[in-house]
């Protein structure tokens, strides 16, 4: 075999290097400038290794790939090439919208052939690894990278999980690249939403919470795993051997490349975990830590620890051959270069056919919070205002572009223009920036907005405002949009709110104030054709929400699968009762928006919910059903959800979970019955005794459009 074959061959200081990852750019001169003023220079690397490293970082281009391989195997001695990994989160150079938004289309096929479409764009520009999908489940929006996940739930996580990884891989074929899971674990559970914070959670939260969607990855084949910055049970996730070592290689059999993220290393001093980065090398390593993402302590002190005896050159050779067989597997081995192609990706990347896919998910995943019949607007519409800080912009195709570009995006205005032409009249009413105050476009707006028969006003954040390290204190609207808001109304009632953001916003002065709210998230490349289809009826809104959109701040963390508490707000209790039960003075407990709320421009009519039968034996089945009929004007889809309740357990139980969905196509008139089956695994939780089993007892069942849906049968697991 290849990869064993070259280790053989390589010297321990060979080996040390091939577990170190740099950047790109480091090799993108051949004088060595870089690595002596660049970013690199302060890791102190040896000058005589320097091409011995394993992995680069950060790369678009399909040139400066074949510059960067070729300066590397020019300068290298033992010319191992390395393997290209780049931050492909939602698309390479056609960008498709946020992960929030893809997994709200609650379509997992959606998930998959958007993975593969940046996967081929990206395998043209020599890349060979993405560090995707992000799996942490999210419950603060106040967290600037809800928009990468796929929001609250675990079971919803693990199937987009599953089909990103197998959309990025396929078959590992030319126009695939492999998967990096991460954040491994539970990096979305950072304290009070702040990026990097401390995280606290139980084993019993982690096991069924947080590490489903990271074990459905590891199922799925994912070929990486990256860890957390943070910790678990106060290790450092870089260092932490228990869940590195005995969890994912140990339990879940996973033998693939563990990475740390970006300095993690040697971040473990910070945390006050380690004194100095030859500990840092040494907790890592313990832990079957693979490469290390800039930061020096392998390349510094592993060679120190095996002549003390402390790490066994078994050990790097374990992690160098996973290393190596990645990029066996890759073809990298035999191909440097891999599925680079210039012209190939020129023809390809932002091509009419990729972003046909993303105007497509764009569609698929915006969320119609709100119809007072007046969506879909006539095409036939003599004038129509598109006013707004975000109506005339490409900066909406949401953070963590990758290659995507901003003037490659259709705005919201072209998007229009593209269907009513010059009917269409633009005002930019405001500035974007959280902290405008500026209110001196108003007047202009209010004007055009006066003149038209409808307006569609594009409100919300900057792409800026999310991704990492970009938390907010803040998730409301600035005071300024309102403003424009409000002046518009009293000239012009026919307003649509687009909403663009890479979190839930607390929106409930929105939702009391406008008329129609269409939330695109942050839609990608193609984000203005997509508004305008979805506005002008070409397409129908289905998406919903998979993170709870709170009413305020003040009620955040707020999701749908919580327990009940021992005082459970109830409507019928009396004051004295309400006082004293988990509630609050000044605020309802129910968010906005539930956890998989969305309308569409149709109705959908729910009857002959039913259950095959109301006992299940262990190893047996039975089926929850529904009719799902198209009462309304326009056909459409509906993802319809079944949820169960475990009334009793030897833990407590949350008050639903969501064991299975199913998004559905009707004509108007048309009819469908929906399917659900339960089984002994559907009933599967982490009991008292540590292990994941189903207890008998009695379980609710639920099937509907949101998870405010109601139970309709009870059914009783028996041995
Ligand atoms: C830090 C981020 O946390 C991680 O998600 C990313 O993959 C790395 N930087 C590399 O860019």
Redesign the pocket.
Known sequence: MKAQEILSKMTLEEKIYHLVQMTTMTYLKTDGTNIVTGPDSTMKLDKEYIYDVGTL??LVGAQTMIDAQTNFLNGSKRKVPPVFMQ?VIHGHRTLYPINLGVAASFDPKLAHDVAKMAAKEASLDGVGVT?AP?VDLVRDPRWGRVMESSGEDPYLNSQMAKATVEGYQGDMGKYNIAACV??FAAYGAAEAGRDYNTVDVSERMLREYYLPSYKAAVDAGVKMV?TA?NIVDSVPCSGNKWLVKDVLRGEWGFDGVVIS??SAFEEMIDHGYCEDKKECAYRAMEATSDIE?MSPCYANHLKELVEEGKISVEQIDAAVLRVLKLKEELGVLDNPYRSVNVEEAKRVQVGPEHRAIARYAAEESAVLLKNNFILPLSKDIKSVAVIGPNADTGAIHGDWPCGGKVDETITVLEGVKNIVGDRAVYAKGCNIEYDSTDESMIDEAVEVAREADAVILCLGEHQSYSG?GNCRTNIEIPRVQYKLLDKILEVNKNVVVALFTGRPLAISELDEKAPAILNMWMPGTEAGNATANLIFGNANPSGKITMTFPRSLGQVPIYYNAFNTGRPKLPEYDFNRVRFTSSYLDSPNSPLYPFGYGLSYTEFEYSDLKLSADTLTRGGKIIASAKIKNVGKYKGKEAVQFYIHDLFGSVVRPVKELKGFEKIELDVGEEKTVEFEITEETLKFWTKDMKFEAENGKFDVFIGKSSACKPFATFELVD
Do not use: I, T, V
Request: charged share 30%; net charge negative.
């Open positions: 970082l950060n931050d560090f992000m991460k954040h990256m910055f993220d970006y993402m990492e």
